[in-house]
């Protein structure tokens, strides 16, 4: 059977944190599939298409594919086939939050595993939130950014 993970997040914009723990994860797995989360709710500040445009343009691998999708993480991993949920963890604040959704996710579909690999510490610091606070200051974002990404 087909090792299928799905790496879900809102990506705005990716960075080079999210980057390396996808390539760094592909050894894993037949398929990843990074799954934008479309919450109506959330403001964000780069639309669907240029967030997904930006995914596509940072991996040349065929083992990566890109989504949308919007409710549970879970539900759409059964819709996919994705018995794998990826994530990263920079510190403690990220561990305790991804270990609550693992365990949630864990609750709601036993079958799917969580599986969470730690940033590399020159990453650790990385976070789209940060980005997109220099971006609005007309800071350099740049040195956290796939290269196919010009902001
Ligand atoms: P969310 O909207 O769920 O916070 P993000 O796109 O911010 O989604 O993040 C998706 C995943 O990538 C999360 O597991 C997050 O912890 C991880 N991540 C974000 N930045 C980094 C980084 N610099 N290093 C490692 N993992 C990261």
Redesign the pocket.
């Given at each position: 059977m087909q090792k299928v993970a799905v790496?879900?997040?809102?990506?705005?914009p990716?960075?080079?944190?999210?980057t390396?723990?996808i390539n760094r994860a592909l050894p894993l797995f037949d398929e990843i599939i990074i799954a934008i989360?479309n919450n109506s709710q959330k403001k964000y500040m780069f639309d669907l298409k240029q967030r997904k445009d930006w995914i596509i343009g940072a991996f040349k691998s065929p083992k990566i594919k890109v989504d949308i999708y919007q409710g549970l993480t879970v539900e759409y991993c059964e819709k996919v086939n994705a018995k794998f949920i990826?994530?990263?963890?920079?510190n403690a604040i990220?561990f305790e939050?991804?270990k609550n959704?693992a365990q949630m996710n864990n609750k709601l579909n036993d079958e799917i595993e969580t599986i969470?690999?730690?940033?590399?510490p020159q990453?650790?610091?990385?976070?789209?939130?940060i980005v997109r606070d220099i971006i609005r200051n007309n800071g350099d974002a740049q040195q956290f950014l796939p290269k196919n990404i010009k902001v």
């Amino acid at each position: 059977m087909q090792k299928v993970a799905v790496f879900p997040g809102s990506f705005d914009p990716i960075t080079l944190g999210h980057t390396s723990i996808i390539n760094r994860a592909l050894p894993l797995f037949d398929e990843i599939i990074i799954a934008i989360g479309n919450n109506s709710q959330k403001k964000y500040m780069f639309d669907l298409k240029q967030r997904k445009d930006w995914i596509i343009g940072a991996f040349k691998s065929p083992k990566i594919k890109v989504d949308i999708y919007q409710g549970l993480t879970v539900e759409y991993c059964e819709k996919v086939n994705a018995k794998f949920i990826l994530r990263g963890v920079r510190n403690a604040i990220d561990f305790e939050f991804e270990k609550n959704i693992a365990q949630m996710n864990n609750k709601l579909n036993d079958e799917i595993e969580t599986i969470i690999l730690f940033t590399e510490p020159q990453y650790a610091a990385i976070s789209s939130t940060i980005v997109r606070d220099i971006i609005r200051n007309n800071g350099d974002a740049q040195q956290f950014l796939p290269k196919n990404i010009k902001v």
